[in-house]
């Protein structure tokens, strides 16, 4: 497993390591071990993280840099475009997809008071 990925797909979801180990009926220790490489999940425990986490053990363990299935995706992107985009956007550095995010912010924002006036 691939223990950067783990630690910032909890983030993402705004977890502490206290409430994912909650989650997966661990303790707080064992995911700061799965975090820092000192120890590796079983398979079963790997699972239950992804499931909690939304994302995909392949993702977890480094095999694909995409944090969110293809399936999910197609789900939630059936434009080819924002899937593209979506995929490009995965190798962004943090900053980079921060400034992707807040934009995205704006453009709602500014639908929305679109949408009010109309």
């Not at 053990?57 to 899937?83: M, V």
Request: a neutral charge.
């Amino acid at each position: 497993m691939d223990p950067k990925r783990l630690r910032e797909r909890r983030k993402a979801k705004g977890l502490t390591q206290d409430q994912l180990a909650k989650k997966v009926n661990t303790k707080k220790t064992t995911i700061s071990n799965y975090e820092t490489g000192y120890s590796t999940p079983s398979n079963e425990m790997l699972s239950d993280l992804a499931d909690v986490l939304e994302t995909t053990t392949d993702f977890l363990l480094g095999r694909t840099k995409i944090p969110e299935s293809e399936h999910r995706l197609a789900e939630e992107f059936s434009d080819p475009d924002l899937q593209i985009a979506f995929r490009e956007a995965s190798d962004f550095s943090e900053e980079a997809k921060q400034q992707a995010i807040d934009f995205i912010k704006y453009l709602k924002e500014k639908e929305k008071k679109r949408n009010k006036t109309n």
